[in-house]
Every structure is written in structure tokens, then in C-alpha cells.
């Protein structure tokens, strides 16, 4: 049975607003990606060497990166051989198999959060400004109002301009508290305030927003050691997770970020904003193959509940859509 009848079958029996906001919010990557690659498999007869050297064109120009796309195109040429595979639109199906096998290579590592059942679940996000953080946070405590936690936001990023402003506009739109200092205040402190409130008030989720500048990473890497410092001291164990924020319209440069704040900190997963809003969300497979970092969620659109828990199998399904529903 071919990985396409296989997805068909499983999404078939799971189909449900998730896999159609997948679906949606890959439109443009499943146009430029699936688009060529389904002009390559009708312009050759048979897969041959110049078969796979523009496969591999395709695939870079998706921001797949390209020791993933060398790992996935060898790994493809191993397959067709194997299967004994000659006709091109067989292939299609095989390079969706890879693209699920690469992300779930490696290290067992969880896209779920890791939330606390009895007690306090602080989370520490970090990430570039401009790249969506905050609105992250705040679709992040909706998702966890919807469930019921009580849920605390931590205003941390007291040097951008308007940062503290933004994070209580959105406290007050889903309706949670923001602990706040004045602009300029040691995000240490402002950290500790809000254990403290979290505590007194029991809530279940404390949400950390933290600086984006990284013109000075050893000045950034000492200030998130302060903040880790003082939640650790308070909560041991904490934090629980520390997120890292990324643009997906910005592809490559994506990937460099990622790599800076793995650096600097210990990243436990990846948040890809605005992947409805790029031709190149193959940059998912490009991060957790090169930085075995699970990708945790993934922005599907402007929505509150756009922001959606990143599936690898409804991510493939999103970039063969067509290809899988044709299937009989």
C-alpha cells in the first residue's frame, strides 16, 4: 500500500478542523512545492539522474536546507532502487514517506508541552523581536483558558518599546492577568514577581515573555541565565520549557536564528509562526533535521486558535493534499 493510501485512510478517519487548517495553511508551500514537483514527475518517463538533480532544485528552493535535501535525496535514490520504482508518479508517494520518516528521526523527542499535572507549568519564550512572540503568548493562553487552567502572563521584555503594552492588550482579549513592571526594569525581577503571583493566585500555567536583541548575545545570554536563575530558585525544575519563537517567512534566516539561541540557551522546542504566510515551509524539516529540536506549534493563520500542535503526518498531508485525495 503506498504512504499516500496509508494517509488518505488515517486522515480520512481523523478528518476534523486540525487537518483542514493544515490543509489551509500550507496553500502556498503545497503550490510551490507539490506545484513543481508534480511538473517534474509529468515531464520525465522514467527516474534517472536527472530526475533526482532537480528534485533536489525543488526541494532546496523550499528551504528544506540543504543537508536535509542531500540526507532525503540520497535516502530517495536508496527507496526507488529498492522498490525496483520506474515511474516517476510513484516517486511522489515515496518522498512523502521521507519527509515523515526525517522528522521523526533521531531522538525521541515530544511535540506535546511539558505541562505540570499538579502544580505550577512555567514556560520561558525567547526569540528575535518582530518575529511573533507575543502573539504566540497570548494565542497560547487562549488555548489554555479554553482548557480550564488558570493561566498568568510575565510582561519580561522591559526594553522594547511598547512590549509590556502589547502583552497586557492581549491579556485583556483573552482574559488573563499580566505581571508587569515599569519599561527598563530587571526582567530578573519581573520574573520573580510573577512566580510569586502565579503562587499566591495557583495558577496553572505562567507564561514568561523575554528580550529579543541579539546584537549582544553574551548580554542576552547573561540576562536569560538571571531570569532562569530566579525561576529555578523558586520552582525547581523550572522552566519547565523554554520556547523559541521563530518567523517562518524568513526561511533560512530562521534557521540561523535557531541556531544562535541554542547557544545561548537550552531550547527545548520551537514555535514557527506565520507558516500560512510563505512558499518555503519546508524550513520545518530543515530545523528539526539539523537541530533536533522538536518543532511544538506551528501559526496557520490570524485566528486565536490558528496557532495548532505540530502534527508531522497533517504536515505532510498539507503539502500533498491533492496527491493524497486523488489517491484510490
Not at 528552493?61 to 540526507?71: L, R
Not at 534557521?255 to 545561548?264: G, H, R
Request: hydrophobic share 40%; glycine share 8%; aromatic share 6%.
Amino acid at each position: 500500500m503506498s504512504f499516500f493510501k496509508k494517509l488518505k485512510e488515517k486522515i480520512t478517519k481523523s478528518t476534523d478542523a486540525v487537518t483542514e487548517k493544515f490543509k489551509e495553511g500550507l496553500t502556498k508551500t503545497r503550490d510551490n512545492f507539490s506545484g513543481k514537483v508534480n511538473d517534474l514527475v509529468a515531464r520525465y518517463r522514467k527516474v534517472d539522474e536527472d530526475f533526482f538533480e532537480e528534485l533536489e532544485e525543488i526541494m532546496i528552493q523550499a528551504d528544506i536546507g540543504f543537508d536535509t535535501v542531500m540526507k532525503l535525496i540520497d535516502e530517495l535514490k536508496m527507496e526507488v532502487k529498492r522498490r525496483n520504482i520506474q515511474d516517476p508518479q510513484e516517486v511522489q508517494s515515496v518522498i512523502s514517506e521521507k519527509l515523515v520518516d526525517i522528522y521523526n528521526a533521531g531522538e525521541e523527542q515530544s511535540s506535546k508541552l511539558n505541562i505540570q499535572e499538579n502544580g505550577l507549568t512555567v514556560i520561558l519564550f525567547v526569540g528575535v523581536n518582530g518575529v511573533g512572540k507575543t502573539t504566540t503568548i497570548g494565542k497560547l493562553s487562549y488555548k489554555f483558558k479554553n482548557e480550564g487552567k488558570k493561566v498568568l502572563l510575565a510582561a519580561g521584555d522591559t526594553f522594547r518599546a511598547g512590549a509590556i503594552e502589547q502583552l497586557e492588550v492581549w491579556g485583556e482579549r483573552v482574559g488573563v492577568d499580566v505581571i508587569k513592571q515599569a519599561e527598563g526594569s530587571d526582567p530578573a525581577a519581573v520574573m520573580y514577581d510573577a512566580i510569586q503571583a502565579a503562587k499566591s493566585r495557583k495558577a496553572d500555567v505562567l507564561l514568561c515573555d523575554t528580550a529579543g536583541r541579539l546584537q549582544n548575545k553574551v548580554n542576552l545570554m547573561k540576562e536569560l541565565e538571571k531570569v532562569k536563575r530566579v525561576i529555578e530558585k523558586e520552582i525547581p525544575g523550572a522552566p519547565h520549557e523554554v520556547i523559541l519563537v521563530l518567523d517562518a517567512t524568513t526561511g533560512q534566516n530562521a534557521l540561523i536564528q535557531a541556531k544562535t539561541f541554542k547557544e545561548v540557551t537550552n531550547v527545548s522546542g520551537i514555535v514557527l509562526s506565520k507558516l500560512d504566510g510563505t512558499a518555503k515551509g519546508g524550513i520545518v524539516l530543515a530545523i528539526r533535521n539539523e537541530l533536533k529540536i522538536p518543532v511544538k506549534f506551528v501559526g496557520l493563520g490570524e485566528k486565536m486558535d490558528d496557532l495548532q500542535e505540530f502534527d508531522a503526518e497533517r504536515y505532510v498531508y498539507g503539502l500533498f493534499a491533492d496527491q493524497v485525495e486523488k489517491t484510490e
